[in-house]
């Protein structure tokens, strides 16, 4: 429930005040820092952020108190791609032995033959209990938040039929009441080629005809994704989807250009994606030649890591280009990657990053790829009261840390949700 709360003292309080919309260019790494912050929460909203002198002056001392001396304070983090609702593979074909597969030098369509990926998946997941999928899907949620992590999307897609896909929509939605994140539906279609033989033709169409439709009509998902990848879902056919989402009125999102050059950063781009995802080998001249457009980039250093790429997204190119950046975990049944602070880390060793860069685009950025840049991931009056409180002076150690537990307190809508370790602030 919404609720009333002073945060004080801190040693940074990162405010990355909203300017309109994601952050680009050199503003993409502007956090917006006060010292000795302080944010005045009531009845859940932000009523008033800077020194904690004018804040405690401007909303009064008389509502619960927490002191964060000697600690940061951010917006709460804002993880916009996973997929948390899957059962998983055993045996052979499990998530860990797929990865020393790829050690040993597999690729992907090795593993697909040899019975594992994305159809060991998503027929485990057919075959799960829903309460099977709901108590996984919470204790990923558990670890997530704890994060710092206020808002999560979330993404269908081990369903491939109409009947499975819608059953995973509904329970993403029952799923809530499991955390208290606040929970994004997406709907994800057209992702890997079949294995049953129907052919792509046949599975556009089929999204065309009957699922697309259908989560439209029952409301349950927010967006829909689709991945365009040579091999599996080229160009045209995105392109196809794409038009048939901007007719219903339903945003769009792309995994894009993630195993090859596939068009996928141009086809979201040019088709009003709100953001393209992955982009590991999409060229350079193909960023520079869409310079400043709105669709915003996520790139996932995890992803690449934990898949062997042998390319990383031009992350830098996309911030010189003024194409905004969010960063995200893509949590999924392959990359158990919980940790959205250690994924701001790693985005900065991987992409060379700067730690206010990666920052801002687990906030701010991400908040906007998930049209939710007007109420959070930022310390704005009128925002949602959502913070993530962190053990260090300042928010450039994230980048040090590489996954030790700095998160000591997460707030939602002006309420404690997490507490850890020691050096959780007591209250004042």
């Not at 995890?302 to 042998?310: P, V």
């Not at 003024?322 to 790693?346: E, Q, Y």
Request: proline share 5%; glycine share 10%; with cysteine.
């Amino acid at each position: 429930m919404p609720a009333d709360l002073n945060v004080i003292h801190a040693a940074q309080l990162a405010r990355i005040l909203d300017r309109g919309g994601p952050r680009r260019g050199r503003l993409q790494g502007e956090l917006d820092l006060v010292a000795d912050g302080a944010v005045a929460i009531r009845g859940g909203q932000i009523v008033a952020a800077g020194p904690t002198r004018q804040v405690l002056e401007a909303a009064g001392a008389d509502v619960p108190t927490l002191d964060a001396s000697g600690l940061c304070v951010l917006p709460g983090l804002v993880d916009c791609h996973s997929h948390p609702l899957y059962a998983g593979h055993e045996g052979g074909n499990g998530p860990a032995r797929e990865y020393v597969r790829r050690l040993e030098g597999a690729k992907s369509w090795d593993i697909r033959a040899e019975g594992g990926g994305i159809w060991a998946v998503i027929e485990a997941t057919r075959n799960a209990s829903d309460q099977a999928l709901l108590d996984s899907a919470a204790r990923a949620y558990a670890d997530i938040l704890a994060g710092g992590v206020t808002t999560l999307e979330v993404k269908s897609g081990f369903g491939y039929t109409c009947e499975q896909e819608l059953r995973q929509l509904r329970l993403l939605r029952e799923s809530a009441a499991r955390t208290p994140m606040d929970l994004v539906y997406t709907y994800v279609g057209a992702e890997f080629h079949p294995r049953d033989g129907t052919s792509l033709e046949a599975c556009v169409q089929n999204i065309l005809d009957r699922i697309l439709p259908a989560v439209r009509a029952q409301g349950i998902a927010e967006f829909h994704d689709m991945c365009c990848e040579d091999g599996d879902y080229s160009a045209p056919l995105i392109v196809r989807l794409l038009e048939a989402s901007r007719r219903l009125g339903m945003p769009t999102r792309v995994h894009a250009d993630a195993n090859s050059h596939s068009k996928g950063w141009r086809t979201a781009v040019e088709g009003g994606a709100v953001t393209a995802d992955h982009l590991t080998y999409t060229p350079d001249e193909e960023i520079r030649a869409l310079a400043g457009c709105d669709t915003v980039a996520v790139v996932m250093p995890l992803a690449e890591q934990i898949f062997l790429d042998q390319r990383r997204a031009n992350a830098r190119l996309f911030i010189e280009c003024s194409v905004p950046l969010a960063v995200s975990t893509d949590f999924n049944a392959n990359i158990h990657a919980t940790s959205l602070p250690l994924t701001i880390a790693l985005a900065c060793t991987w992409f060379r990053l700067t730690p206010a860069e990666a920052i801002v685009g687990a906030t701010l950025n991400a908040a906007y790829a998930l049209r939710r840049g007007g109420d959070r991931g930022s310390l704005d009056v009128g925002k949602r009261g959502d913070l993530a409180i962190l053990d260090c002076s300042h928010p450039d150690e994230i980048a040090l840390a590489m996954g030790a537990p700095l998160v000591r307190c997460v707030i939602a809508q002006g309420q404690v949700v997490h507490r850890s370790g020691p050096g959780a602030p007591p209250a004042a």
